[in-house]
Structure formats: structure tokens, C-alpha cells
């Protein structure tokens, strides 16, 4: 019998709150990963099917994935995970969604197009706190100015993480910086550009980061100059520029290894009680060549919370058939009104000036 839904990676910090999530909505879906005590727990515990495998071996892979309707990937970093299940869900006819926030990941995603619409199979990434609430910001926007070139978004409250989402950060400290200028990706170093940014409540130091926007935001808007900021502390700056210097250090693979340990052993993500009291504020601006422009804020409830919804909503969409074959981001797949369904989300339209400092 067809399994409707697989979720790998169903026993890590983040996917043990997808896989709950999909269960309370009726999904019933199959849990799978490569810990066979860990995935027998929690199928247990959730009366869930399951399934033990690694993705070292494509054609077991394939046989997995090809009795699914659909695979939601919660196994980061994704640049590990992502292709190979990918690749076993274009064999299999499988539809393919992550919750992958990393900017390469989502690139080589993105270049699958045109295989997924010849095997009929709808690829969609990002499709947790990274990219939800921003992607949708961005398609927003750009709907309220069709002739911007530059987006300009901002994230505060990025205080939780769990084990998995630290490991993907840890990959990224070999570049550091990111932005899109003239429709191409560009490393840039950290701490690249500063920004004053109001999310309603004063003005908040922010900085670049290498959010998944920069890769989805083109996707979803066409805009060819994207810029992602995060707040941090007025000190957290300068460490970041004097510290610029160790980013080849930080790309090595021992000291990749021995961080990656690291966060598996001490980094274990908010609790339930932490998480009901998380509020992530983001903000978004688009400009075009003649000096207009608009603007926004969002407000979220928390990070992960928001993503177990977003990624089961958008498996739930995906399976009923209402997604195209092919690669999507939110917006495109959803619409940029996608994240107002889920409780604890407002967005309002604003009028601000901001300023940018190098």
C-alpha cells in the first residue's frame, strides 16, 4: 500500500515537531531515517509505520522513497541530504519538499527544474521558517511594486536553535556572507553591510547574513539585488569584521568536524515553554531604479513552531495536488498570502526611512 507521507529525518529536533505536527493534522505519515533505535521510538510513540535507511546507497534510496506520494526532508545540513533524495524522488515520480534554508542547496534545487517537470515531480524547498514568512514578504512587496530591483529583508528574534540548524550554520562559516546583486550569488564577508532597521518597536543593529532568500527571493520575485539582515548586539559587529580573517580556518574540515560534535552534544533547542513565548519580528523594503519604494513587517510566532506548520500545510497542499510540477518556492507554490493562514502571523504595510551604513 502507497504510504502518503514520508518524513526523513522524523527524529531530529526540528522533524520530531514536523512529524507530531503531521500526525495531529491526520496525515499519517511514515517516519524514516537512518537511527533505527531513534525512528522505532518515535514510531511507537506516534503509532506511525517507519523505515530505516541511509542515503549512501541510491538505489535503496529510490526504493524507499518510490512507494510515497510525497518525502518532506527534515535531515540537515541539507547540503548532505538534499541531493540524493532528490535524485531517488525524480526516478520514483515522488514529490519533494525540506524545510533547507542553505543557499547552495536551495540553488542546486532550483537548477533541477526542468527534470522535475519531465518527471512530473514538484520540488519545494525551504519550506519552514526559512524561507515561509520572508519569501512570502518579498512576494508581497513585489506585488505592491512590480518594477523593483533591490529587496532588502530583516529577521530579529533569531535567539533558538536546535542541533541540526547549528550544524547547517556551522557549514556556512566557510563563506560567510551572501548576497544577490545583478541576478548573481556573491560571497561577501561578514558583517558585510549594517543596517538600522524599525520592526515596530525602535530601531535594532542588523547585519547580512546568508539567509535562504537571497536564493528564493530571485525565484519568487524576479528582483535581481537581494540582501538579507539579522539583528545583533552594537558589540557583535566588530567581532564580526575583526574576525574575518579566520573564515578559510573555519572551512576546514577537522575543525568542520569538531564543531559539528560539539553542537550534537551540547546544543539540544528550546523547549516547548521557550518556544510558546518566542516572537520573531522580520522586515522587508523594495525599491526600483526611480527612487520608489515600499515597505513592511511581519510578525511570527516561533521559529520552529511556524515551521512544523508551514512544512506539514504545504505537504498537505502537495498531496491534494495543488502544487505544479517543478521547482516552487513558497510564494510561487502558495501564494505570498501562504503564511497568514497559520495562527500568530500579522503583516502590515509601513512607511519608514532607514539608513545603511558600510
Known sequence: MEDELLVYGSYGYTGALVARTAVDEGLSPT???????????????????????????????????EDAAAVLNCAGPFSNTADPLISACLRAGTDYLDINGEIDALEATAERDRDAERADVSL?????????????????????????????????????????????????????????????????????????????????????????????????????????YATVPEYAVGVMKRTRALTPLFGAKPVQRAAKRAADAVVSGPTAERRARSVTRIWGRVEDDEGRHVAARMRTPDTYELTARTAVEAARRTLAGEVDPGFQTPASAFGPDFVLDFDGVEREDVAEKTTVRS
Open 124 to 228: 519545494l524547498p525551504s519550506m519552514g521558517f526559512d524561507t515561509v514568512p520572508t519569501d512570502c514578504l518579498a512576494g508581497h512587496l513585489e506585488g505592491r511594486l512590480p518594477s523593483a530591483t533591490r529587496l532588502m529583508l530583516a529577521i530579529d528574534g533569531l535567539g533558538t536553535f536546535s542541533p541540526g540548524t547549528v550544524k547547517s550554520i556551522i557549514e556556512g562559516l566557510a563563506r560567510p556572507g551572501a548576497v544577490r546583486a545583478d541576478g548573481e550569488i556573491r560571497a561577501v564577508p561578514a558583517a558585510w553591510k549594517t543596517r538600522r532597521v524599525d520592526f515596530g518597536r525602535g530601531t535594532k543593529t542588523a547585519v547580512t547574513i546568508p539567509w535562504g532568500d537571497v536564493s528564493t527571493g530571485y525565484y519568487t520575485t524576479g528582483i535581481p539585488n537581494i540582501e538579507v
Open 31 to 65: 517516519l524514516a531515517g537512518r537511527d533505527a533505535e531513534r525512528v522505532e521510538e518515535q514510531a511507537m510513540e506516534l503509532d506511525c509505520d517507519h523505515r530505516v535507511f541511509s542515503l549512501a546507497h541510491p538505489e535503496v534510496v529510490e526504493k524507499h522513497v
